[in-house]
C-alpha cells in the first residue's frame, strides 16, 4: 500500500501468525523498517517485487526493537550487503539472551550484529533526515522514526491504533511506555504507522487515539 508518494507499507493481516507490518522509504536510498519474522519474510519479498524491488536494492534496514517478529529477517540481508541498525539497548537484550534465545525467544542466535546502533537524534541516509526517538516501555531500547518532511511517525509496538504494546517481556516496563508514548504527542504527524494493525491518518484521528490512551488504556497498564 503506498502511504505517500516515497513510503510503502506491507502490511500483515494474517489472523493465525504473528508478524509485523514492514514499511519501505523508497528514495534514493532505500529503508526498510521492521522486516518481519525470517520465515514469513516471503510477505516483504511480494511487496518488494511488486514495486520491481529485491533485498539486494534495500540499502539499510532499521529495526523499532529486537523483538523477533520485528528483527528475525534481518538475516535474509546477510548476503546482499545491506547495513543494519538498531538500539544499543535492544542489542544488549539480545546478546544477553543467547544462551536460550533458540528455544525461549525465538530469535535466531546466528543475527548479524548492527553496522551502527540509533541514537536518538537525527539520522541521515542518502538525501533522507529522519527522527530517531529513544521511547522504552515495550522494550528497553524501542525506537520510534519520524519523517518531518512527510509528516509520517513510525511507532513500532509502543502505539497501535487504540492501543499500546506490552510491557511484560523482558526489558518492559509500564511507567517508560506511558512517558514514551506522551513525549511524541506534540509532533506535527499525518501518518502514524504502528508495528501491528491499521494506519491512523490525519491529525484529529491520531490525536483521539492519544487521548483514547490516556483515558482508557494507561490507568490498566
Known amino acids: 500500500m503506498k502511504i505517500t508518494p516515497t513510503i510503502h507499507a506491507f502490511f500483515w493481516e494474517s489472523m493465525t501468525e504473528n508478524n509485523c ?9 532505500k ?37 523477533p517478529d520485528h528483527l528475525e529477517a534481518v538475516s535474509a540481508f546477510r548476503k546482499a550487503g545491506t547495513l543494519f541498525a538498531l538500539h544499543r539497548k ?24 548492527p553496522d551502527f546502533f540509533l541514537e536518538e537524534g537525527t539520522l541521515k ?11 522504552p516501555g515495550h522494550s528497553p531500547g524501542s525506537v520510534c522514526l519520524y519523517d518531518p518532511d512527510e509528516k509520517v511517525l513510525f511507532t513500532g ?4 491504533k487504540e492501543g499500546l504494546g506490552r510491557t511484560d517481556l523482558p ?5 517508560q511506555i506511558k512517558q514514551s508514548i506522551r513525549r511524541l504527542q506534540g509532533l506535527d504527524v499525518e501518518y502514524l504507522l504502528s508495528g ?14 492519544y487521548d483514547f490512551l490516556e483515558r482508557y488504556v494507561f490507568s490498566y497498564v
Open 21 to 29: 507490518n514492514t514499511y519501505l522509504i523508497d528514495d534514493a536510498k
Open 31 to 67: 529503508i526498510l523498517i521492521d522486516p518481519g519474522h525470517r520465515h514469513l519474510f516471503d510477505h516483504v519479498e511480494r511487496g518488494l517485487s511488486a514495486l520491481g524491488l529485491d533485498v539486494g536494492d534495500v540499502d539499510l534496514v532499521l529495526c523499532t526493537h529486537a523483538h
Open 90 to 113: 535492544d542489542w544488549e537484550l539480545v546478546v544477553s539472551m543467547k544462551p536460550f534465545v533458540q528455544a525461549g525467544y525465538g530469535i535466531d542466535a546466528r543475527m548479524p550484529a
Open 125 to 135: 541516509v542518502g538525501r533522507r533526515t529522519l527522527q530517531v526517538y529513544h521511547t
Open 157 to 160: 509496538d509502543l502505539i497501535f
Open 171 to 175: 526489558g518492559g516496563n509500564s511507567d
Open 196 to 209: 501491528h494493525g491499521p494506519i491512523l491518518s490525519g491529525k484529529r484521528e491520531i490525536k483521539e487515539n
